[in-house]
């Protein structure tokens, strides 16, 4: 039942064209209480096609943005002493990142929602971009990515994580939050690129549920240390990716604690590249704490064995997986 829940609120998610108007690279700091709406932005190579410094009750919304190519930069970046930013039903193409959260260490209510993603990617990531969504060394409430559409018209290299949640902290009370995201088609680089990440280089409260992951790189979703993290009622499917691993992974490569993991009740079906099933795995020869002596070896997530083989997920033959196959028609470069 879960998987037509999700299709549901897809569909809804899908941005449709609007009507752009040309406008040049935009770069604000200081600014407030703008909506910038139903801008065409070529980025012309340049690192960011929007820039955001020490903004607030910014909304983004109804744009165009392509050719983010230099560096470290974003077709959208969000940089430190922005708050109350709101991101959505822009397209982005053609670019190393789509959006990036950059470096505020205290913040409240950015939200990259409902919007379409198309070849984000970096050829031989350089600065590790490729990403559509990333929140880097961010700390707040409020913090969601949700609804939003990765697409990649081939697998190839240049893809990095695509929903990436790097050494960030939500709270108790307002865990950073991927929901609701499609990623189709992801990395082929062997290094072990992914649909998700969270609890990459540590962090705190990050949940990522109702997601759903084509053949979207090596792993489906993977947490690679953290606290209070949650990864749980995903839909994940990968079929024969040159360097596909495993459909969900576990393992504490952050260097520090991690403890209070989830991963529960995801939906399976992984084809490694030798044409073997690996639906989940954890890594044993990582620690719990690799700074603590005795090492202790990580243990099962909670919720490990809810996770489930299920042909649901296959895109080959259900009505979900059709329509993410489809995600490429009707927009705005057709």
């Known amino acids: 039942m879960m998987a037509f829940v999700a299709f549901a609120s897809f569909a809804q998610s899908v941005p449709g064209c609007s009507t752009y108007t040309s406008h040049a690279v935009i770069n604000l700091n200081g600014a407030s ?12 190579g340049g690192a960011y096609g929007i820039q955001l410094t020490n903004c607030h009750d910014i909304h983004i919304t109804k744009c165009k943005i392509w050719n983010a190519t230099l560096g470290f930069g974003g077709a959208i970046a969000i ?11 822009c397209y982005i193409y053609n670019s190393n990142r789509g959006v990036l959260v950059n470096n505020i260490s205290s913040t409240s209510n950015i939200r990259i929602n409902y919007n379409y993603f198309k070849d984000i990617q970096e050829p031989g990531r350089a600065t590790g971009g490729g990403c559509s969504v990333q929140f880097v060394q961010v700390t707040g409430t409020g913090l969601t990515c949700d609804s939003n559409q990765s697409y990649h018209t081939t697998p190839n290299s240049g893809i990095g994580d695509q929903f990436s949640i790097y050494k960030s902290n939500g709270t108790s009370t307002s865990y950073i939050k991927v929901y609701y995201n499609t990623c189709l088609n992801g990395s082929t680089d062997a290094s072990g690129l992914v649909g998700t990440v969270l609890g990459d280089v540590g962090g705190s409260y990050q949940d990522a549920e109702y997601n759903i992951y084509i053949n979207a790189g090596s792993v489906g979703c993977q947490v690679q240390g953290g606290s209070h993290i949650i990864m749980s009622n995903n839909i994940i499917f990968g079929y024969k990716n040159t360097s596909a691993s495993t459909g969900i992974a576990y393992g ?11 991963m529960a009740n995801n939906k399976i079906s992984f084809t490694r590249a030798n044409g073997t099933v690996l639906n989940k795995w954890y890594d044993t020869s990582t620690y719990v704490d690799p700074t603590a002596t005795p090492k202790v070896p990580i243990s099962a997530p909670t919720g490990w064995s809810t996770n489930t083989s299920d042909t649901v997920v296959d895109p080959t033959v259900t009505p979900l997986g059709m329509y993410i196959l489809s995600l490429d028609k009707g927009h705005c470069d057709k």
């Open 33 to 44: 209480n703008q909506t910038i709406s139903g801008d065409s932005i070529n980025a012309a």
């Open 79 to 89: 940089q430190s002493g922005c708050y109350n930013i709101y991101v959505d039903t």
């Open 252 to 262: 504490n490569y952050s260097g520090t604690l991690s403890t209070d993991i989830t």
